[in-house]
């Protein structure tokens, strides 16, 4: 049995097609992939409209899989010659389209007609789930079972599916409300250390109110002209008193109220007419979403303790609760709820500012779900990045808690409950693993930090930015490139630092130049720390490597900028802001340059024509490098310092 069926075991129960629409006459008529008249996407689907329930078989169709009786369907895995396999990098028609096409271009046509057979049994799979694709079922049955030898049914299946999932593409693409956030040059704000009054004086300015009220059209249009157009704002709650963390103000995870405006910050108000200023230069806004954890004070665990992880206290020891638990008052009774939690490479660790959050409770996940709509509904916020999503999902939180959950995941509930009436909304998963679920789930973008084992591989980008291996960084390139190109999926959030990592000057030292450079000359969605373009870093070392730390007082000293960091963003920004102007929308390929110690990819204009070349050194060695396309039209033969890095356009 190859590898590949015994993927396929899943879907042994499938009944079979009957009825092909077509005939065998036909066939090379439709379907030889140089046809412009792809096949119709959805049966009926001109009557019955357009919903999010579609656009959610739309995009597991493409990239997620779904299930087959209640059981993923996995990425399509290719038998090669010589006894190998390969595994495609997500399932849906997106994935194995891409793959099938990557291994026909290096291998050969016949290294992968071999596979035929498997083709048609995964493809009548991934399109068994839902009526409306019965017709396409039909016609792959027809090619299937014509008279056509083996290298022709090929050719006709594959330009089939290219026809078909190319309709899907083109559909989503008009009807995903929630895409612009794949694109979105994200600036990150931390509005309590971030001293507008002292960036005012540095600029020559005059602070004259609160965050919110003085954060200007000024300010905004300074960070749009630098090719920014998302505002992530960090730390906008009111934050716990009850066993607070250091000195600086606690930290801004630890919520005591999920639905309120910090009022060191401003008020609803103020937060409101910020958002509207946002929207009137073109910006979006997103803030987070904290649904793991609230603080140890919370209104919702003064609402109903039930809402959370916990039990009545032992009443022979009620202040004396066991490790990861604390005690609370409520209703004449004391309890022993757990503080939030989180799974460390199998052991349980706890956040002792917080408390857990329980999923198990169905009023718990309609409250939150509540307070999610209330953002949007109150103040127009465009979008949330969830913080410690992963942690959230079904599979991890049974295991942290031992509770009992509903089958459906909470974040999916949460998506589309949100989208059901606000289809626009951007939802960011930060995450460490748990990839493919959250896909599902509805996710847009997730956090490209770390390598995650998965059917197809994952490789983070900033870990492999800061191995400074060519190889590894390789990897990420085409991961992230694929990732880019498809529709249906989430896409990956490359950045160099956020508000839980180091400065990148520590994790990248001489380095740090070369990989923010081919980070933020990459087309999609790239987050940046504001502070990072003067060199900011103010760590409370030994207890808390952030570069602006949480645990004790932190203001950004922008009067004191490092000329040489403040001259190179500003010299990259304008770089990659022309760069995506020119291009327009971009695929990206990875380049080959790991044998001679460098790494860097292909930027090709969607529009024809135009090609970009972004290449950089992660050693302390001179290397040479060379990339010659020359059916592209692209040829370049030259140096690179130790750490350098270069743009060529052709």
Known sequence: MSGTLGLLLLF?????????????????????????????????????GWDYRRLRLTKDLLSNGGTFQTRPILPFTFNLEGGGSFTAPSAGLEGFLYAERR????????????NLDDYFKYLDALLSRDDSTRQARADMAAIRDSSAGQNEKYSKLIGYV?????????????????????????????????????????????????????????????????????????????????????????????????????????????????????????MKVIIDFIPNHTSMDSKLLAEDPAYFIGREADPSRPRSPPYGSFDYDANGKTHWVSHGGYDNNGSKDYWVDTAQVNYGNPAMRRRMVGIVKDWVRLYGVDGFRVDIAYQVLNAYFARNWGARLPKREFLEELITDVRADHPGIGFIAEAYDGWDTLSSCGFDLIYGKNNIDRPGGHHGWFDALASRDPGWIREAVRRTGFLHWQMGGADMM???????????????????????????????????????????????LGKEPKSIPFSVPASVDWQNADPDTKKFYDETFAAAKSLHAWLGESDLEALDGASSGWAGYLLTSRAGGKKAVVVANPTPNRVSVRVSKPELGVDYRGELPPYGSVLLRF
């Open 103 to 114: 291994l026909a271009k290096e291998n050969g046509q016949a290294s992968v007609v071999r």
């Open 162 to 282: 290219t026809n078909y999932t190319d309709s899907l593409r083109r559909e989503l693409g008009r009807k995903d409300g929630s895409a612009w956030i794949k694109q979105a040059r994200i600036y990150e704000i931390f509005p309590r250390a971030y001293n507008l009054e002292g960036k005012r004086r540095a600029e020559g300015r005059a602070m004259s109110a609160g965050f919110f009220a003085d954060f200007g059209e000024r300010d905004l249009l300074a960070l749009k002209e630098q090719g920014f157009d998302t505002l992530w704002v960090m730390g906008i709650f009111p934050i716990g008193e009850r066993n607070r963390w250091g000195t600086g103000g606690g930290s801004p995870y630890s919520v005591k109220d999920h639905e309120a405006v910090n009022p060191e910050l401003g008020t609803p108000e103020e937060f409101r007419s910020f958002v509207r200023r946002a929207h009137s230069v073109g």
């Open 12 to 48: 042994a129960a499938l009944s079979p097609v009957h009825g092909a629409a077509i005939t065998a006459e036909s066939l090379g008529a439709l379907f030889d992939g140089s046809s412009s008249r792809a096949p119709a996407v959805f049966l009926g689907a001109r009557s019955q």
């Open 494 to 540: 490359d950045f160099v630092g956020n508000h839980d990592e180091a400065a990148p000057q520590r994790t990248f030292g001489p380095w740090t130049r070369g990989a923010s450079f081919l980070t933020l000359m990459m087309p999609g969605s790239v987050l940046f720390y504001g502070s990072q373009e003067i060199g900011y870093d103010k760590p409370n």
